[in-house]
């Protein structure tokens, strides 16, 4: 497709700026659930953040939580019990819950949050049903508090960086997008492999990175899912919850959206974005750090240099600047209410076997709030 003189650049360097407040007005948090995410992804996010500060931690394991407040320079009765969760009320200097648990019960704490007047952050995926996501999104709304669906994709500058290139027209009209996000894990006993905890299997933790990120960068809402889903027979991990899915989303424009995800190959997590004028490749796509973006048009290919900043920290402070300002986040309840939609949809399509219709939505980002403001970009 490239021209014989296409040149071969490193055309643009960008970088994302998180703002630095100081310590005493940024948003205060408590985080509920204290796993790996949060020891190896969110305590250094917080460290690195420049408008959230971590106050307080809710655990079910008290012992471990105190030894990890100890290091992070948190006071003893900074530790909440789950049970005692309601005593965060008294706690002005904790302004918003950062919700880390099992898919099942983002619901409950979210709920319980909104009755005590906390903003709520709550990981992918909002839920496990519609019907659960759409009453979280109902009892934020009623308590006058903030609810975002933490996802990390629509913060980072490489996506930001596709997400232009496409709707700024440099690919022509867009035609198909190929995703991949599969691995190995989990082992037998996690939690991911149990229903009533995870509400389904690849589709809800990984595939759903497939699905938010076509919609995040066309922007559109897919009007028909076709899927099937494959666990390997014998395999005693997939009792419960599926390993693999394929779907295919269509969009109003007539864009395309391949996508599989698994628990069963080894690491792979790429997209291709094909339009009638170039393409673009994300490899990796999904992983916390060391993704690449390269493009190749009839006029170049070239590698767009990003420099990387914490994808957490993105996201976490995205949302404390709307707890300061007010505003509705990028990524609100209502988005991850419609990845929860055309989930159901996905696993309905695969159980009758035939495409499963959407409602017919016209226009851009239509549950998404306030624009990300902390990614500046400047020609290298
Ligand atoms: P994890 O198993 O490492 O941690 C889960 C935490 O919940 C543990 O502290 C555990 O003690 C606690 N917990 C409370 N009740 C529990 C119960 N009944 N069963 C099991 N654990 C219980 O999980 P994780 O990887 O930290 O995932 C937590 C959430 O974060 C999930 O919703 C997951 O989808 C999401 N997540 C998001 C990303 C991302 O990139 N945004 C990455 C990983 C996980």
Avoid at 354 to 369: I, T
Wanted: aromatic share 8%; proline share 5%.
């Amino acid at each position: 497709m490239t021209s014989p003189d296409a040149t071969h650049s490193d055309a643009i360097q960008t970088q994302a700026r998180l703002p630095v407040l100081p310590p005493h007005v940024r948003v205060g948090y408590a985080v509920i659930g204290l796993g790996e995410l949060t020891e190896e992804q969110l305590y250094p996010a917080f460290h690195l953040s420049g408008q959230s500060r971590l106050c307080a931690l809710v655990t079910g394991n008290r012992e471990k939580a105190l030894e990890q407040a100890e290091l992070l320079g948190l006071r003893p009765q900074d530790v909440y019990d789950y049970d005692h969760f309601e005593e965060l009320k008294d706690r002005p200097d904790v302004q918003a819950v950062f919700i880390v648990l099992p898919n099942s019960l983002h619901r409950e704490y979210t709920e319980r949050a909104a009755r005590i007047g906390k903003h709520v952050l709550c990981e992918k995926p909002l839920s496990v049903s519609v019907a659960d996501a759409e009453a979280m999104v109902l009892a934020c709304k009623a308590a006058g508090v903030l609810l975002m669906t933490a996802y990390r994709i629509q913060y980072t500058p490489h996506h930001q960086a596709a997400r232009e290139l496409i709707q700024g027209g440099t690919l022509g009209k867009v035609k198909m997008m190929a995703a991949i996000d599969v691995q190995t894990e989990p082992n037998e006993g996690q939690w991911r492999l149990k229903r009533d905890l995870a509400g389904g299997g690849s589709l809800l933790d990984v595939g759903l990175y497939c699905l938010n990120t076509a919609r995040y960068l066309s922007g559109e809402e897919p009007y028909e899912v076709f899927a099937y889903t494959h666990s390997t027979p014998g395999d005693e991990r997939f009792g419960e919850v599926e390993e693999s899915v394929s779907f295919t989303l269509r969009f109003p424009s007539g864009l395309i959206s391949s996508n599989f995800c698994s628990y069963g190959t080894s690491k792979h997590r790429s997209l291709r974005v094909l339009g009638e004028k170039g393409n673009l490749l994300l490899d990796p796509a999904f992983d916390y750090t060391s993704l690449r973006l390269m493009v190749d048009t009839e006029t170049e290919v070239r590698e767009t240099l990003i420099r990387e900043t914490d994808q957490f920290a993105l996201e976490l402070d995205h949302f404390s600047g709307c707890v300061l300002s007010g505003e509705a986040p990028f990524t609100p309840g209502e988005e991850g209410v419609q990845d929860q939609r055309i989930m159901e949809a996905i696993y309905r399509s695969a159980r009758e076997g035939r495409p499963v219709q959407l409602e017919r939505l016209e226009g851009r980002d239509l549950f998404r709030g306030k624009k990300p403001a902390q990614i500046e970009r400047e020609r290298a």
